[in-house]
C-alpha cells in the first residue's frame, strides 16, 4: 500500500518559466545580457555537481565566474532572476496532491537542489505548506539516481520502499527507485496524479 508520495520539482511540480514554460534561461542574454551557452560551459559544467552536493555554496562559484564572464552583472542578480524565472506552478498538480493529503497520504519533495533554491521553493514558492516533508540533495550529500538517495530518504521518512511512490520526469530516477524497492511512475507534461496512483 502507497503510504507516502514522493515527487519531483523541477518538470513536475515547477515547471519552466512562469509566462510559457520555457527554460528559465531562454531570455537570459536579452534580459541581463548575459550568455547563456557560456554560462552553462563555465558554471553549471565546471561547478554544479559540487554545489547541488551541498560541498561548495552557489554564490561562492557563481561570483568569480561572473566576474570573469560579465563583470556588470553581479550574483545576487542572475540568482533572483533565475529563481523568479524558473517558478511556473503546476497548479491542477497540486491540488490533487491537496487532495490526496486530506485522504491520508504523506507528500514529500524528493529533488536535486542546492540549499538556497530549496530554501525559495519552499519559502518563496510556498511548496512547504503543501507538503509534509522535503529532501533535496545538497542536505543528504547524494543525488538521483544514486542508490543512497533513495535509501536514504526512505530512512528519513520510516516507511518500506515499497510504500513510497516516486513521481519523476527522468526515465533514469524512475528506474534507480524501482531497483531500491520504490514503486515510481514517469511523469509526463499531460500526466495526472489518478492516472499515475492507479498504474503504480
Avoid at 485522504?103 to 525559495?120: C, S, W
Wanted: aromatic residues 8%; glycine residues 4%; charged residues 30%.
Amino acid at each position: 500500500m502507497i503510504r507516502a508520495l514522493m515527487v519531483d520539482v523541477d518538470g513536475v511540480l515547477v515547471r519552466g518559466r512562469r509566462g510559457d514554460g520555457r527554460h528559465w534561461s531562454t531570455d537570459l542574454a536579452a534580459d541581463l545580457s548575459l550568455d547563456p551557452t557560456r554560462l552553462q560551459r563555465e558554471f553549471f559544467a565546471v561547478h554544479w555537481e559540487a554545489i547541488v552536493l551541498g560541498r561548495a555554496a552557489l554564490r561562492e562559484k557563481l561570483a568569480p565566474v561572473l566576474a570573469r564572464i560579465a563583470p556588470k552583472i553581479s550574483a545576487d542578480r542572475v540568482i533572483e532572476y533565475w529563481f523568479a524565472t524558473d517558478a511556473r506552478l503546476n497548479e491542477r498538480l497540486l491540488a490533487d496532491l491537496a487532495a490526496a493529503r486530506a485522504d491520508g497520504l504523506q507528500v514529500h519533495l524528493v529533488t536535486n537542489q542546492e540549499h538556497e533554491r530549496a530554501r525559495y521553493l519552499l519559502r518563496e514558492l510556498r511548496l512547504g505548506e503543501a507538503i509534509d516533508g522535503c529532501h533535496y540533495s545538497a542536505a543528504l550529500g547524494c543525488r538521483k539516481p544514486e542508490a543512497r538517495f533513495f535509501e536514504t530518504v526512505a530512512r528519513r521518512v520510516e516507511f518500506a520502499p515499497a510504500e513510497l511512490l516516486l513521481i519523476d520526469d527522468v526515465e533514469e530516477n524512475v528506474t534507480a527507485a524501482k531497483t531500491a524497492g520504490w514503486r515510481a511512475v514517469r511523469w509526463m507534461p499531460d500526466s495526472v496524479l489518478s492516472e499515475a496512483l492507479r498504474i503504480a
